[in-house]
């Protein structure tokens, strides 16, 4: 059964940073590629970033971009998601999710559908 669970969200100030990580089990983690997504209240889920399942290419939202920072460890099979400079706006449920393509290279990794695997999520509360 695969698994995977968020942690790192809190309560921080405008300005701060949060690292979140997202530790995955249940089948192979390499290669899959994984993406970070979250959902703000009233707000439909969309996505923040992804890494490819090599870790070689990574990809950013235009609202996240130059402000976080994405990467995996293959030997953990650990996702992270560096986050500095926090806004309001980021306030979210974050959500860490596999890509349910092995190997791809495709770049798409914005489209939800095509992830296989979720996590429950973790708050991120940005005060200002």
């Known amino acids: 059964q695969v698994q995977l669970v968020e942690s790192g969200g809190g309560l921080v100030q405008t300005g701060g940073s949060l690292r979140l990580s997202c530790a995955a089990s249940g089948r192979p983690f390499r290669p899959f590629a994984m993406g970070w997504f979250r959902q703000a209240t009233g707000k439909e889920r969309e996505f923040v970033a992804a890494?490819?399942?090599?870790?070689?290419?990574?990809y950013y939202a235009d609202s996240v971009k130059g402000r976080s920072t994405i990467s995996r460890d293959n030997d953990k099979n650990m996702v992270y998601l560096q986050m500095n400079s926090l806004k309001p706006e980021d306030t979210a449920v974050y959500y860490c999710?596999?890509?349910?393509?092995?190997?791809?290279?495709?770049?798409?990794?914005?489209?939800?559908?095509?992830?296989?695997?979720w996590g429950q999520g973790t708050q991120v509360t940005v005060s200002s």
């Open positions: 890494v490819s399942w090599s870790g070689t290419s990574t």
């Open positions: 999710a596999s890509d349910s393509r092995p190997y791809y290279s495709g770049g798409d990794y914005s489209r939800q559908r095509l992830y296989g695997y």
